[in-house]
């Protein structure tokens, strides 16, 4: 699933283009995709909006329209893209067509059929119970510390918990574990003062390194361009099963944790 540096590359990739514009008309194949609405309703309540900012929050995709706030989760297999500048002309999983006043098209793929689309006059509806975005000034070392010593979970499904920290999912828990030298399997309320400070800049370090790189392209994330980012050429254990550590050179494990496949060193991350 795109996690918080994929989805960031996609508002980046795509501002340029939809920002200023208004939606002329819209269509979906997949209805559920914008329950509660019917696609009549949604339509009509959409056209007309123009696109006043692009931006992120958590994984999702967030366009603040003139009227309402317009989300868009890609969920396992969501892509999002201008269809003029997609390479690709024969994408049979386009679920949602939106139509621009410059002429072009907002196109919404999905295979799984898992991605959300949801129109709210309220933003906080949709991110009032999310936790701090991990890269915001307001997301100190302090406010982590706080919320970690208020938990008393395993660590690396806690870092995946949106409304303890939004964005962070399963690749980016396990390279911030990595990173900050510490078993994905300890509990959040162990973990000392030092350990803290550790994975509290672990996790902006993957996550600044996964944007810088435009996101890991492990399966279906591709760029609004069609292409994909880099991130995954850098991985240093997700992933990397059976392969030395970066760091220590012991084979890198993988186990099940919290229902997710989990990478890990077992001799340096301790
Ligand atoms: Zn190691």
Redesign the pocket.
């Known amino acids: 699933m795109p996690e918080l540096p994929e989805v960031e590359s996609v508002v980046r990739g795509l501002r340029d283009d939809v920002v200023g514009c208004s939606f002329t008309c819209f269509e979906t194949t997949w209805p559920r995709q914008i329950r509660p609405y019917t696609p009549k309703a949604f339509a009509s309540r959409l056209v007309g909006q123009r696109i006043i900012t692009l931006g992120r929050r958590a994984k999702y995709i967030v366009f603040t329209l003139s009227d309402d706030v317009l989300f868009v989760h890609l969920k396992m297999t969501g892509r999002l893209y201008i269809k003029e500048k997609w390479p690709d002309e024969d994408d049979t999983y386009v679920r949602a067509r939106f139509g621009l006043d410059d002429g072009n098209e907002l196109l919404f793929s999905d295979m799984r059929k898992f991605g959300r689309i949801q129109l709210v006059a309220d933003a906080e509806e949709i991110t009032g119970s999310l936790g701090p975005e991990p890269l915001s000034d307001s997301f100190t070392l302090d406010d982590f510390r706080d919320r970690l010593t208020q938990r008393q979970g395993t660590i690396k499904p806690l870092l995946m918990n949106q409304q303890f920290v939004a964005g962070v999912g399963n690749i980016y828990a396990d390279e911030s574990l990595w990173l900050a030298r510490i078993d994905p399997r300890r509990k959040a309320d162990t973990l000392n003062s030092e350990e803290i400070e550790r994975l509290y800049d672990a996790i902006r370090k993957v996550l600044e390194a996964g944007i810088a790189r435009e996101g890991a392209s492990v399966n279906w994330y591709r760029k609004p361009d069609g292409t994909t980012g880099s991130q995954q050429n850098y991985f240093y254990v997700y992933d990397q099963v059976d392969k030395p550590?970066p760091?220590?050179?012991?084979l890198v494990h993988k186990i099940r944790l919290g229902q997710r496949g989990t990478h890990f060193?077992p001799?340096?991350?301790v």
Do not use: I, M, N, W
């Not at 760091?247 to 012991?250: L, P, T, V």
């Open positions: 550590c760091r220590c050179g012991s060193c001799t340096c991350q």
